[in-house]
């Protein structure tokens, strides 16, 4: 079955570092999202991407956060000053644009600022 | 008024079991409610889902109850199994689904042997 891959898979970081999480969506899909969940909290949303631009962003998604889809393939998250409280597993997730609405989830970056 | 709210925040049930899981939302915009089943390690998986046009839904042992003028649905897990323990999400979607989830906190579901 196709899945959402995601690179790392764990990542630690130094404060104000900047970190860029990988994503390969699932081949077909064109809509694209960054979800966060800090350890024991529920899945947050962040971004949705579609057409080479933001579609939707939370308030979680400031300016320290950019997303890029810089070929066919990848899709990036980057965190360009890490801070403490960024540390949370990212995930990836991507969709068909019409013919299904599931939300595939990839396994998820593992994301420690210390 | 995004929020969806879940509960039980932990839950143990016996193996052959029945497990329920609880949620409410207030916005009325809502109209795609899907079930994310997460084991440690994984991304969350769709389980299930519904719309506010049926009151239940049921796929194998998982079905899903739905009350719309209550604001609430439910899970329930028929004959649970160790093999189900797992943490559940219940979420939340506008543009029957075509849109960004809310999710809820979570409950973590062990089903003891």
């Known amino acids: 079955e196709p899945e959402v891959t995601q690179t790392p898979s764990h990542q630690v970081t130094q404060m104000g570092q900047e970190v860029i999480l990988r994503c390969v969506p699932i081949?077909?899909?064109?809509?694209f999202y960054w979800y966060r969940q800090i350890l024991g909290q529920k899945v947050e949303f962040l971004v949705s991407f579609y057409n080479n631009e933001i579609s939707e962003k939370s308030e979680i998604f400031d300016d320290q956060f950019s997303v890029e889809r810089p070929d066919g393939s990848n899709f990036t998250l980057k965190i360009r000053s890490t801070k403490l409280e960024d540390s949370a597993m990212y995930f990836c997730a991507s969709r068909q644009l019409s013919g299904g609405n599931t939300i595939y989830f990839g396994e998820g970056s593992w994301l420690t600022v210390v | 008024q995004q929020q969806v709210k879940q509960s039980p925040q932990s839950l143990i049930v016996q193996k052959g079991g029945i497990s329920i899981i609880n949620c409410a939302y207030e916005?009325?915009?809502?109209?795609?409610f899907p079930w994310y089943q997460q084991f440690p390690g994984k991304g969350p998986a769709l389980l299930i889902a519904?719309?506010?046009?049926?009151s239940e839904k049921k796929e194998g042992r998982f079905t899903i109850s739905f009350n719309k003028s209550a604001k609430q649905f439910s899970l329930h897990i028929m004959d649970s199994q160790p093999g189900d323990s797992a943490t559940y999400f219940c979420?939340?979607?506008?543009?029957?689904?075509?849109?960004?989830?809310?999710f809820g906190k979570g409950t973590m579901l062990l089903v003891s042997p």
């Open positions: 081949s077909n899909h064109l809509y």
């Open positions: 979420a939340a979607s506008i543009n029957a689904g075509y849109s960004t989830l809310t």
């Open positions: 519904i719309r506010p046009d049926v």
């Open positions: 916005n009325t915009a809502f109209d795609y």
